[in-house]
């Protein structure tokens, strides 16, 4: 890469969006080495769950346990090093933590895959500060109508 390139790359993104391309490269290299594999996923997003700090760990391990329960069919797998979630192979919904890219909130998004249509205009993504039984509930709906199955 030249000098000039690597400078226009550098103020275009952040240090940690560039993190976060790093990461999805290592992603797709270590799942092409071991193929379709849903538990290596399933560790995968553990144990990244577990990296992550205090409120946002917090969040994220309830993220996941309402998501597996609501879409067991749902892969998890890692999205540029996020916790997600995929139905043959596409990702449908994320979890960003609030640190990842030093955001007041954390995010809890859904991709075009996402079959949440509704109207012209509709959410796709939802700031969590922390997380209520009501809460836990419209997630576990948001993700069965994102597979088609609400």
Known sequence: MTTSRKSAEASTFTAEERAAMKERTN???AAARRGADREAGERDVVEKIAAMGGSDRELAERIHA???AAAPDLWPRL????PAYAKDGKVLCFFQDAAKFKARYATLGFSDEAKLDDGTMWPSSFALTKLTADDEARIAELVKRAIGAG
Do not use: D, P, R, S
């Not at 999205?79 to 996020?82: A, E, L, P, Q, S």
């Open 27 to 29: 992603e797709l290299k």
């Open 66 to 68: 309402v998501i597996t």
């Open 79 to 82: 999205w540029y090093g996020m």
